[in-house]
């Protein structure tokens, strides 16, 4: 596993959030899988740059390309591998805080599923300024601006409908 960015344990207390680790991970020279029970406490966030990722929902195995990401919410069984021959590259980034949960109340993000969110995007500069951020207020706000890209992505007229909720108030 070659680690290009990792940041650790950065914790805003004004937003009762905490980011755990973000990374860029490339496996181009081993396998890896891993299960991790339901006793997770945080979130984890990956992000397919390079390469697929096989991820294990209820079962059966799925396959994620460049662009996917997949969102795992505390206490959930996760369950995923890269392979060498594949060359992956894979931000991920674990998070945790009830910040966090109240966020995503209002831009949801489904969780144990892959989601297309598209590979030429501005979430890998996105993730890269959350891994190099110097403040843990600027890790949070960028963090943040992630999880509403990712979301957004996800439910392209939630733009719009935010866009034209300040007329439609005026």
Sequence with gaps: ITYHHHKKDVTADWMN??????DLLEFRHQNYHVLRPAWQTDYQLLYIVDGCGHFWFDGREET???GCAVLYAPGQTQEYGYTAEE?????CCHF????????????????????????????????????SAHTPADTV???LRLLCGISNRL????QEEDLLAPALTD
């Design 17 to 22: 959030m905490q980011i755990n680790s973000c």
């Design 64 to 66: 994620a390309a460049p």
């Design 87 to 91: 060359g992956v590259v894979v931000y």
């Design 96 to 131: 945790a805080g009830r910040g966090i949960e109240a966020f995503l109340q209002h831009y949801p993000i489904p969780t144990g599923q892959i989601l297309p969110v598209g590979s030429r995007s501005e979430l890998p500069a996105l993730f890269e300024k959350v891994a």
């Design 141 to 143: 706000l960028f963090l």
């Design 155 to 158: 439910q392209p007229m939630r």
